[in-house]
């Protein structure tokens, strides 16, 4: 199973390609503010360099949080949408060990359906004028 890893609850955003349990290639970035802008540059770069197409994916992990509001729904967006469109699975996980967790997961059967954000607090948006 070829499965992509998201991660972009923070400035450094990450992103995995694995086969089952084994990483194929793996990145660390500083995305910050320009995440929006190169999400989707860096997926396709990492499926380039591993002679992959994003139809060859099979499955998506994803860091669902606690985490930056704005890149955690980014985030999740992204990997949410591949999954709809791809029809494969995805898992969200959250803790330090969220990466083995996804990956077993999704290798025992496991989807979540739709990837959720765990924000940690309540999230702060503006409320809406009358």
């Given amino acids: 199973m070829i499965i992509l890893t998201l991660r972009t609850d923070k400035p450094e955003a990450e992103i995995g390609l ?13 995305a910050h503010r320009e995440l929006a802008e190169t999400l989707h540059k860096k997926i396709q770069e990492l499926l380039n360099r591993s002679s992959k197409e994003l139809s060859d994916i099979q499955g998506v992990v994803c860091f669902k949080g606690p985490g930056s509001f704005t890149g955690l729904r980014i985030g999740l967006s992204v990997g949410n949408a591949l999954a709809y469109a791809q029809d494969i699975p ?8 969220w990466l083995e967790k996804g990956v077993k997961g999704l290798l025992a059967g496991k989807s979540d359906k739709i990837a959720l954000p765990e924000y940690g607090a309540p999230a702060h948006t503006t409320t809406p004028k009358k």
Avoid: A, G, R, T
């Fill in 90 to 97: 995805i898992v969200s996980e959250e803790d330090p060990d």
């Fill in 18 to 30: 694995y086969e089952n349990d084994k990483q194929l290639f793996y990145e660390v970035w500083h």
